[in-house]
């Protein structure tokens, strides 16, 4: 159960997009697409951003928006705002009734 | 409103023991799967354990195997975490999570209980 690989730290100006990668294995990204991304700031719970891969839950801005291509899913966010500055978590459900983490990226709105 | 409390954290000395509980409300807690996920001091979210919605099959991450153990009661809407042989590196926050149900996603967290283990 390795964790899946994200940048530790990304960064863009108000308005611009940025693009959140997670890389994962055969195993668990690349198998199901049951990835999920969450965004959390510092001394708060997670929250849910992304689930299914793509799908936004109820009162996410459609700004947030997710994909795939074989091991590696991503998380987009346009039109950045100085509320987006966060750590975003990408997790992948990895079998037997486990998932598994990517070690989170902090992003920066300069 | 979907509401998560946990409790039971403190500070335990290596090898010991601690029951952490969670009080679910706002839904119906017996329909979900429920699952503990931890954060240490600084670090990332790492998966501990989930349970099934009768408290049939449970899952452990590899870590806690053989040393953790979730159940819970759907009379009281409680989740528990019943953790033995603690170790320095289980130090974390632990947060009680509710599933999305079908999406194998966490829709709904808990602010956490910390758990510290050291001397």
């Known amino acids: 159960q390795s964790a899946l690989t994200q940048p530790a730290s990304v960064s863009g100006s108000p308005g611009q997009s940025i693009t959140i990668s997670c890389t994962g294995t055969s195993s668990d990204v690349g198998s199901y697409n049951l990835v999920s991304w969450y965004q959390q700031y510092p001394g708060k719970a997670p929250k849910l951003m992304i689930y299914e891969g793509s799908k936004r839950p109820s009162g996410v801005s459609n700004r947030f928006s997710g994909s795939k291509s074989g091991n590696t899913a991503s998380l987009t966010i346009s039109g950045l705002q100085a509320e987006d500055e966060a750590d975003y978590y990408c997790c992948s459900y990895a079998s037997s009734g486990t998932w598994v983490f990517g070690g989170g990226t902090k992003l920066t709105v300069l | ?119």
């Open chain 2, 1 to 119: 409103e979907v509401q998560l409390v946990e409790s039971g954290g403190g500070l335990v000395q290596p090898g010991g023991s601690l029951r952490l509980s969670c009080s679910a409300s706002g839904f119906t807690f017996s329909s979900y799967v429920m699952h503990w996920v931890r954060q240490a001091p600084g670090k990332g979210l790492e998966f501990v354990s989930a349970i099934t919605f009768n408290g049939g099959p449970t899952y452990y991450a590899d870590s806690v195997k053989g040393r953790f153990t979730i159940s819970r009661d759907n009379s009281k809407k409680t989740l528990y975490l019943q953790m033995s042989s603690l170790r320095t590196e289980d130090t974390a926050v632990y947060y009680c999570v509710k599933d999305l149900s079908g999406s194998y996603s966490f829709d709904c967290w808990g602010q956490g209980t910390l758990v510290t283990v050291s001397s």
